[in-house]
């Protein structure tokens, strides 16, 4: 008898499973709880014999038929679109003993859910990443509008204010929402844009959904992440392994502007690289792919901001030698520097600084350090650095700074 019970709590469990989604496969049951494929086909025999109506779709996997439910309970889209949001908050605690029973505990909850309500949840499970501690400030009042535009395909409209202070109308396709920062943001595609936009939640004056309906965009959440981390694959001295740029000679040198940097301190991962045959291409690639699908902005203890720094430091010479990149942020301790990463202070001094402004995916801070290369500047190839900062947050309409380190 006490044989038994293991396997009855892992039956129990299996059904809660089922239960908690549209299509289960046989996999993820095995991995779940542990055992073979062969155990799982035996399971769910054993539940279909005890009156479970369970059906296959075929190489989907195994359904349980619509209206079959456990406890009467019932939630509103509302309702289910806040747990999910939870689950991710939740998840993203540091206390792992806390997270797993949440998770477990919401996996029941799912159970009770109409196939409609499954389907959405896990729509936007998919299209929801909280990267960042919640903060109880900046806050919103649209949250739940714009999760019920992302999983119901609604077009909204919208009053924005952006950091430039400037209002638009905006009527824009919602895709996904992304905490980070200590802010909600919303990704969407914009049609006053024509391309995919960011919307923090805190600046939008006015929403309401329309009952336009828009076509799904095809991709999911991960693979747009891929194609703004491609943003970040090319670097400022990628163009000096090909020889000597001659951009500069049929554009007008861009403006700089002769400022003084205090010294300040930055933490984060780096890489020892060199422009040839391609080196640095791959390396920084890989360090800025490292860095935003790690989240190490988040893991930075005592940083002053959430601007990332990209550094270019530690040069054997010049530009054709050796030197560090570092990703990473400005912090006012480097007591604490986490095991992977390092830390460095740096003193500051006089800086020539451009500003690269537009589509970052179309080579424009490139360009830009292309016309550095070509201007008369006295370098001392000390330490150079690209800041991205909020206005940076949308890669197709971005503002970043470039600062130079030159003699005075």
């Not at 095809?218 to 000096?240: A, H, M, R, V, W």
């Not at 040198?253 to 205090?262: D, L």
Request: overall charge positive; hydrophobic content about 35%.
């Amino acid at each position: 008898m006490a044989a038994d019970k293991p396997r009855l709590a892992r039956l129990i469990a299996i059904l809660t499973q089922l239960l908690s989604k549209r299509i289960v496969t046989a996999r993820e049951i095995a991995n779940k709880h542990k055992v073979s494929i062969r155990t799982v086909y035996r399971d769910i025999r054993t539940l279909e014999q005890s009156g479970i109506p369970i059906t296959v779709e075929e190489g989907k996997g195994y359904t349980i038929l619509n209206g079959y439910r456990l406890p009467p309970v019932m939630f509103s889209e509302e309702e289910a679109n806040a747990l999910v949001t939870g689950e991710q908050i939740i998840s993203n605690n540091c206390d792992v003993s806390l997270s797993t029973q949440y998770n477990s505990a919401i996996e029941k909850i799912k159970s009770v859910l109409k196939y409609s309500q499954k389907d959405k949840a896990e729509l936007l499970s998919q299209r929801l990443q909280i990267r960042s501690k919640i903060e109880p400030k900046n806050s919103t009042n649209n949250l739940l509008q714009i999760q019920s535009a992302i999983t119901n395909y609604q077009v909204i409209r919208l009053h924005y204010i952006s950091a430039d202070k400037e209002e638009t109308q905006r009527f824009i396709e919602p895709f996904a929402l992304l905490h980070t920062q200590s802010n909600w943001n919303l990704i969407a595609y914009c049609r006053l844009r024509n391309a995919f936009r960011y919307f923090r939640l805190d600046r939008i004056e006015s929403l309401s959904k329309t009952s336009e309906k828009f076509k799904p965009h095809g991709i999911t959440l991960q693979q747009y992440f891929e194609e703004q981390n491609k943003i970040y694959s090319s670097t400022p001295d990628i163009p000096l392994t090909q020889g000597h740029s001659t951009f500069a000679s049929h554009q007008k040198i861009i403006v700089m502007e002769k400022v003084n940097i205090a010294p300040f301190k930055v933490i984060g991962i780096s890489v020892r690289t060199i422009n040839r045959k391609g080196q640095s291409t791959k390396d920084i690639g890989q360090l800025w792919n490292k860095f935003m699908k790690e989240g190490i902005l988040e893991k930075i203890p005592n940083r002053i901001d959430n601007s990332i720094l990209s550094m270019y430091t530690n040069y054997d010479g010049d530009h054709t030698q050796a030197y560090d990149t570092i990703l990473g942020c400005k912090v006012n301790s480097l007591e604490n520097i986490p095991e992977g990463m390092v830390g460095q202070s740096f003193d500051g001094g006089t800086y020539g600084k451009f500003v690269s402004k537009g589509d970052i995916t179309k080579g424009v801070v490139l360009n830009t350090w292309n016309e550095i290369w070509n201007a008369d500047l006295n370098r001392t190839y000390t330490a150079d650095f690209e800041l991205y900062g909020e206005k940076a947050l949308n890669p197709t309409d971005a503002e970043v700074d470039i600062l130079v380190a030159i003699k005075e």
